[in-house]
Nanobody, 123 residues
């Protein structure tokens, strides 16, 4: 019922920047939280940034001061501005949207995940 379209991944040199975006569409009643996760081979999926409907944000320590999460409520879009990228930031980044979806009496809360976009930081 919810489709997520991500963009903005790619190859960047250490110290460079990238901006990820994710737009949600479908039978969305309201969005509770949006965020970004990343996964590297052999590691658990890691929550790196979250923004709630009240605008509050939360970051994992490893990206604080370098990454900024923001959202455009009118467009149901979440962004992740990534600066001062390091090789250890290399991962597949996926967006997350926690939202009430459906219509009428069928409205329910659902966790929604994007397909993921590859970010590679290398010289």
């Amino acid at each position: 019922q919810v489709q997520l379209v991500e963009s903005g991944g790619g190859l960047v040199q250490p110290g460079g920047s990238l901006r990820l975006s994710c737009t949600a569409s479908g039978s969305i009643v309201s969005i509770n939280a949006m965020g970004w996760y990343r996964r590297t081979p052999g590691k658990e999926r890691e929550s790196i940034a979250t923004i709630r409907s009240d605008g509050s944000t939360k970051y994992v320590d490893s990206v604080k001061g370098r990454f900024t999460i923001s959202r455009d409520g009118a467009k149901n879009t979440v962004y992740l501005q990534m600066n001062s990228l390091k090789p250890e930031d290399t991962a597949v980044y996926s967006c997350y949207v926690g939202a009430f979806v459906g219509q009428g009496s069928g409205v329910r809360f659902a966790d929604n995940w994007g397909q993921g976009t590859q970010v590679t930081v290398s010289s």
